[in-house]
């Protein structure tokens, strides 16, 4: 047998041994379930349009494989990638949210998008037709606008506001013991002598936020040392309802509640080094569960290159 003939032969066999391989995977790869559907997100057509194009086939239990989903390595990638979008949110299951995190989660799910992090690069350069377009964005930003929460000229809210600050002002004559939370991260009243670091709105649940850092953290912002952030960093946002009156003017109605990022990367890695705590009502209630703290970072992920920090008013 002539050499160039024994390597047809060769390459014969080994091409036969990769169908084989590809054939016996096609049936073995780590199985995408689908789960039933118990309450599908009901939105707009043309909204639910983007979502179902562009989400639906990790976000949702109707999750359609194409054949090369089935091969080896890139099933279990796309099992896996499923398994995680799903544990996120699902669109199949969308009654499972109360309404106040429906609503968060649309904005979340659209500040992603804007980010250009969702849907992910790898996927829509195998699937172009789920690229988001600009006129995609704004039909969900206009959408996402209907649900915004105002409160214009709302004397009501304002009556409210104030009493709720004549009532906090009586209970500050009492020493009261410092609220710690779940996962052990106290109160700090000193926040309000830290670096006001910036200022934000939400629009899905009506509400203004000032943000603080502690000496270390306001350093490392100056310094453009955030990624990662030095241990012993404290980040506090302060939320407010938010007042508005008929001219676009704002300001803060009732207390809502006082949130914590502290920066400990050993004590914390679960968490990519920061511990999470929040304090409801003027009575500063810990909030949460040492689980429900994981879907802080999950959401904080959107943006890794502030070191996972949110409305830094100076970035690198």
């Given at each position: 047998?002539?050499f160039s003939e024994r390597n047809k032969v060769i ?136 649900l915004s929460v105002t409160s214009i000229n709302d ?162």
């Amino acid at each position: 047998m002539k050499f160039s003939e024994r390597n047809k032969v060769i390459a014969a066999i080994m091409m036969g041994c990769f169908c084989v391989i590809i054939a016996v995977s096609l049936n073995h790869y780590p199985v995408v379930d689908h789960p039933p559907v118990t309450g599908e997100i009901q939105v707009p057509a043309a909204v639910k349009q983007i979502f179902v194009r562009s989400c639906f086939s990790c976000h949702s239990s109707q999750t359609e494989l194409k054949w090369y989903d089935k091969l080896p390595v890139v099933s279990a990638i796309v099992s896996r990638d499923v398994t995680e979008a799903r544990k996120r949110f699902n669109f199949s299951a969308w009654d499972s949210l109360s309404a106040a995190d429906q609503k968060v989660t649309l904005w979340e799910i659209y500040n992603m998008i804007n980010a250009g992090k969702m849907p992910l690069g790898l996927y829509t350069a195998i699937h172009p037709e789920a690229k988001v377009s600009a006129s995609d964005l704004s039909v969900l930003r206009n959408y996402l606008n209907t649900l915004s929460v105002t409160s214009i000229n709302d004397t009501s809210k304002e009556h409210e506001a104030i009493v709720q600050h004549s009532e906090w002002q009586q209970q500050q004559t009492a020493v009261n013991q410092v609220p710690v939370s779940v996962n052990g991260i106290k109160h700090r009243p000193e926040y309000r002598n830290w670096q006001v670091m910036s200022t934000t709105s939400r629009f899905d649940n009506g509400t203004m936020r000032v943000m603080y850092a502690n000496p270390i953290a306001a350093r490392a912002i100056n310094d453009h040392q955030i990624n990662p952030w030095p241990d012993g960093s404290v980040l506090t946002k302060v939320v407010w309802e938010k007042l508005e009156d008929k001219d676009g003017n704002v300001r803060p109605g009732k207390f809502v509640n006082i949130q914590y990022m502290v920066r400990d990367k050993e004590k914390y890695r679960d968490t990519e080094g920061w511990g999470f705590a929040r304090f409801d009502t003027p009575e500063l209630r810990p909030y949460g569960k040492l689980s429900s703290f994981k879907k802080c970072i999950a959401c904080h992920q959107a943006v890794k290159e502030t070191g996972f920090v949110f409305d830094l008013s100076t970035k690198k």
